[in-house]
């Protein structure tokens, strides 16, 4: 197993699993590559790959949110450049001001740049995010510092985030997780009450799986997660 993060390896992290640095912004650390029969589970990251903020003024113009780097400060710079308003056109089309967009392009190459490296395996996105049908129109930019919510200052002292766009990264399956686990059989149910007394060993282990599973399920908690699946076929398959 390896964990790939922009912060030192966490001390007494089992020693089976090994620790790569990753560069920060939208890289991946270079010997991440050629990866072969893999599971990559990307949880979290692509909501901290940094992506262009815009914001529509008043004449319906969508203009890059420019931030003091100190303060946090914002002001409107220049309208988005090509290729964001490309995305924006094709993905978050919008003329009312006021209105927030996250354009989602960096994600996508990001995500796009993971795929590349996976030569054969399973890649899962797993994110707070949206789709089309739910784009956040008050935009969802925020920062945590020490697991808590703080101001998005760029500094370096908080990680500052923003929810994806799951459907646009190339992907064969977008879900909630909710609906992903689901699929594959978690259903947070109960045992029934008479294995208590026939096992209550038995009924003490469903319940505690039936209450971590009824978690990882919760709409309003870990259920509320987007999954985005892609499957990468081996090259020389016989
Ligand atoms: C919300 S945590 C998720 C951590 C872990 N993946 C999990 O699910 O428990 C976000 C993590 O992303 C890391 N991070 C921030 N920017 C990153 C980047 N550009 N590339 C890789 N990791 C980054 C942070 O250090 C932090 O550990």
């Known amino acids: 197993m390896v964990a790939v993060d922009v912060v030192d390896r966490p001390e007494g992290l089992d020693d089976r699993v090994e620790w790569i640095r990753s560069p920060g912004g939208s ?12 599971l990559v589970i990307a949880h979290e990251w692509l909501d901290v790959v940094p992506c262009t903020v815009a914001e529509v003024d008043a004449d319906g ?6 931030v003091d780097p100190t303060t946090g400060a914002e002001s409107l710079g220049a309208p988005l450049g090509a290729a964001d308003h ?16 996250e354009i989602g392009r960096s994600r996508d190459e990001a ?6 490296r996976v030569d054969s395996g399973t890649l899962v996105a797993v994110d707070y995010g949206h789709t089309a049908a739910s784009r956040p129109s008050a935009g969802t930019l925020t920062a945590y ?9 760029p500094d370096g002292s908080c990680d500052v ?7 646009t990264l190339d992907a064969d399956d977008v879900r909630t997780q909710r609906e992903a686990l689901r699929a594959l059989g978690l259903t947070g149910a109960t045992p029934p009450h008479a294995l208590a007394s026939t096992d209550p060993l038995a009924y003490v282990a469903a319940l505690g799986r039936a209450g971590a599973e009824a978690r990882l399920l919760d709409r309003d908690g ?10 990468v076929r081996g090259h020389d398959v016989a």
């Open 27 to 38: 890289g991946l650390p270079p010997e991440l590559t050629g990866l072969r029969d893999a």
């Open 61 to 66: 113009t969508a203009r890059e949110v420019l």
């Open 86 to 101: 490309r995305w924006a056109t094709a993905h978050w089309p919008t003329t009312a001001p006021g209105d927030r967009l």
């Open 111 to 116: 995500w796009a740049d993971l795929v590349s």
């Open 145 to 153: 510092a020490g697991g808590r919510l703080t101001v998005p200052v």
């Open 161 to 167: 985030t923003a929810h994806v766009a799951m459907d």
């Open 222 to 231: 870990f259920g509320g997660f987007w999954w985005a699946v892609k499957r």
